[in-house]
């Protein structure tokens, strides 16, 4: 599947003419932000790193079509957003998503919050609660686990979650209220 | 105010706060329970994602050409070819040379040894056989 870069006017204010005028500031400012969006998206460290190159690659060569309607990095998330959607479904790719030697390691993920807590206790408990939630998102549809990055990681509100996923803004409300339905039975089911 | 159904609390997580429901989620430890129930792994896991970094830089496209247009390789390629194309033409003159250099007269007797002989070079062992053969037989 062809992907669709996200060069169409989407209804927000931002200056243009500032915005990408330093393309390597951009790259600075929003280059990790899209990596692990993409990372978390797919869990796969190669495949993470390669989409964000094409994904600030695309952008890098669209940058003369970008009107500014909506901010810089709604924009490259929805460059992000399709790329791994494409990823997602390319059927070729499958293989190396099973046997990705890059995988990524959800406790080692998880520890990392765990090693800022004050107790050992406290510690257990985060990585434990952050592993679930880790779990949770394996089992959302692609959908559901893009606007619950994006919501939670991303900070984006609901809008600005419709501009870079394409979605109504009914639609992403329904996948995040679904999203976090699961997620808590998840929850839940481990205590 | 009653508490705040599971709808409405998954729905404060969301982003869509009411005000009452905030305040409401303020005052009542019990509604303040259930919501961090699930807020607080959710802002773990965010954390937890947040502090990912690649190991390879993100963006490795070389820095020094990539502001320049497309058809500046277009004008790189003319000028080698401005600049290839006399040593190419002299490097055929050279090789062409020597053949032109063989002055006529030698041309000329190379011409006439060629003609003296009865068969050519290659076949001159087998010109010889058959008549050294028949002068035995005699």
Redesign the interface.
């Known amino acids: 599947m062809e992907t669709v870069l996200a060069t169409e006017p989407i209804s927000h204010g931002s200056d243009r003419s500032t915005a990408l005028a330093d393309f390597d500031d951009v790259v600075r400012v929003h280059g990790q932000a899209i990596y692990r969006f993409i990372l978390a998206s797919l869990r796969d460290q190669d495949a993470a790193e390669t989409l964000a190159q094409d994904c600030l690659m695309r952008a890098f060569q669209a940058r003369d079509k970008f009107r500014g309607d909506s901010s810089v990095k709604t924009w490259l998330m929805r460059i992000a957003v399709n790329l791994v959607r494409d990823h997602a479904s390319s059927e070729r790719l499958k293989f190396w998503r099973r046997a990705g030697k890059a995988a990524l390691s959800i406790g080692a993920a998880a520890q990392r919050v765990a090693d800022r807590a004050y107790s050992p206790e406290a510690a257990v408990a985060a990585k434990q609660k952050a592993e679930t939630v880790w779990k949770a998102t394996a089992d959302l549809s692609p959908k559901q686990r893009t606007v619950l990055l994006l919501r939670f990681v991303e900070d984006m509100d609901i809008l600005e979650i419709a501009a870079a996923t394409g979605m109504k803004e009914g639609t992403v409300k329904v996948h995040l209220f679904r999203a976090l339905q699961r997620v808590r039975a998840r929850i839940e089911g481990v205590k | 105010m009653s508490h705040l159904s599971e ?1 409405e609390i ?2 404060c ?4 706060t009411r005000p009452e429901w905030r305040d409401h989620i303020q005052s009542c430890p019990d509604c303040s329970a259930r919501a961090r ?2 807020s ?17 830089p ?4 070389s ?1 020094s050409y ?1 502001h320049l247009p497309y058809w500046s390789a277009f004008v790189a390629a003319a000028l080698l070819l401005l600049i290839a194309a006399p040593l190419f033409r002299g490097r055929r003159a050279e090789v062409a040379q020597p053949a032109s250099a063989i002055s006529d007269e030698v041309l000329l007797q190379r011409i006439q040894t060629a003609v003296a002989e009865s068969v050519p070079g290659a076949m001159a062992p087998l010109a010889i056989t058959p008549s050294s053969d028949s002068e035995n037989a005699e």
Do not use: C, N, T
């Not at chain 2, 997580?13 to 869509?16: Q, Y």
């Not at chain 2, 607080?40 to 390879?56: K, Y």
């Not at chain 2, 993100?58 to 496209?61: A, D, G, S, T």
């Open positions: 709808k998954l729905e997580i969301a982003g869509e129930q699930l607080e792994p959710l802002r773990l896991f965010a954390d937890s994602v947040r502090e990912m970094v690649p190991i390879r993100v963006f490795r496209q820095q990539r």
